[in-house]
């Protein structure tokens, strides 16, 4: 079953800016939007973003999502220790009938 | 508050069976899609099966479909995820996620989920 393609890792320095990119087709994310979530080591994923790019109640303002296209896209600016984590898009796929998730980004704090 | 409690995992052998679990509580439970979603040891999100809020619908990944079953008790506000034929790439943290939408199709955002239950698929 296909899914989003992301980086691997990302690695930045405190207090600066990661971009983190997914990557689908018109299936998915061009024709449905994408969620993003995070997941610190030992913990269920958290939701950051939902597909129309706004964030869930509680989520810090140094995330923003965004989309073009095929291209999903995260945004942490600020960097802080916290942020170390695996990050996730999420789509539904209207040709499988079913979700799909990113490989999965590992941001690494400097 | 939202809360998600699986149960029902454990060490099972290759070919065999086992029921997951997982009870709801702090939301309507009958108006949200629900998720399965599995993570392999050292590995990624793998979503499992969504079951709309009526429970009318339901929808599976290849990798399990004909051996999972999803279906939930509004009565009992649990959601369950009935697995046959246990192969060891089944082993894996199982969670359950409540959707942000009733049908599943077209929404997968899983906005809270339970802490997980491990399954262990050997011999």
């Known amino acids: 079953q296909a899914g989003l393609t992301q980086p691997p890792s990302v690695s930045k320095g405190l207090r600066q800016t990661a971009t983190l990119t997914c990557t689908g087709d018109n299936n998915n994310i061009d024709n449905q939007g994408a969620a993003w979530l995070q997941q610190h080591q030992g913990h269920p994923p958290k939701l950051l973003s939902y597909r129309n790019n706004d964030r869930p109640s509680g989520v810090s303002e140094r995330f923003s999502a965004s989309r073009s296209g095929n291209t999903a896209s995260l945004t942490i600016t600020g960097l802080q220790p916290e942020d170390e984590a695996d990050y996730y898009c999420l789509a539904w796929d209207s040709r499988l009938s079913a979700y799909v998730f990113g490989t999965g980004t590992k941001v690494t704090v400097l | 508050e939202v809360q998600l409690l699986e149960s029902g995992g454990g060490l099972v052998q290759p070919g065999g069976s086992l029921r997951l679990s997982c009870a709801a509580s702090g939301f309507t439970f009958s108006s949200y899609a629900m998720s399965w979603v599995r993570q392999a040891p050292g590995k990624g999100l793998e979503w499992v099966s969504a079951i709309s809020g009526s429970g009318g619908s339901t929808y599976y990944a290849d990798s399990v479909k004909g051996r999972f079953t999803i279906s939930r008790d509004k009565s009992k506000k649990t959601l369950y995820l009935q697995m046959n034929s246990l192969r060891a790439e089944d082993t894996a943290v199982y969670y359950c996620?409540?959707?942000?939408?009733?049908?599943?199709?077209?929404?997968?955002?899983?906005?809270?989920w339970g802490q997980g239950t491990l399954v262990t698929v050997s011999p």
């Open positions: 996620a409540k959707d942000l939408g009733f049908y599943g199709s077209g929404s997968a955002e899983l906005d809270y």
